[in-house]
């Protein structure tokens, strides 16, 4: 993915997490002013119910997470697919990493995997550096995968985590707060691109 067409939108409901942000209702109102990539992340029990809704209101992508899909996963692509939008399987920091090589490998696969860097839920959490680990076996693995981190990333981390393999960057806090925040996507987006020249 070429990361300078890239843009995110986070999405979470009241399950998996238990905090309430941002749903079809508010994509669907974004749409209509953006042709934006709207990468939605997913924090619930039952990402099957949200495919449509979230298709019909002009998600672009639709991340679920592994935890939440033991035996339906297949199904679950099948559909995100079937309904236009790319599929990604996220996992929390108490994962392990082998928990999402079957849907990479699978026939019909996942176009990205999210490695959550804070535990999924708030932002303004410090950033799990032990976490690399997982996006350089991915990188490794899979060298034209895309892998998105979340949580903590900001310009003091975001080296780390671009040299690790991670090419999608969410970012909440270090841009929100920033006075000029198009400097910091600016700087997370060079960084990024820069480690790409490199694996
Ligand atoms: O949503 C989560 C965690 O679930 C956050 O990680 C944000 O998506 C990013 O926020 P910052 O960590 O950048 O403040």
Known sequence: ???????????????????????????????????????????????????????????????FHVETTKDNWKELVQSIKSQGMRAGVALKPGTPIGEVYPLVEDENPVEMVLVMTVEPGFGGQKFMPEMMDKVRILRKKYPSLDIEVDGGLGPSTIDVAASAGANCIVAGSSVFGAPEPDQIISLLRNSVEQAQQTY
Do not use: W
């Open 1 to 63: 993915m070429n990361v300078s067409e890239y843009c995110i939108l986070r999405d979470a409901y009241q399950h998996f997490v238990p905090n309430l942000t941002i749903g079809a209702p508010v994509i669907e109102s974004l749409r209509k002013h953006t042709k934006a990539y709207l990468d939605c992340h997913l924090m619930v029990t039952n990402p099957l119910d949200y495919v449509e809704p979230l298709a019909k209101a002009g998600a672009s992508g639709f991340t």
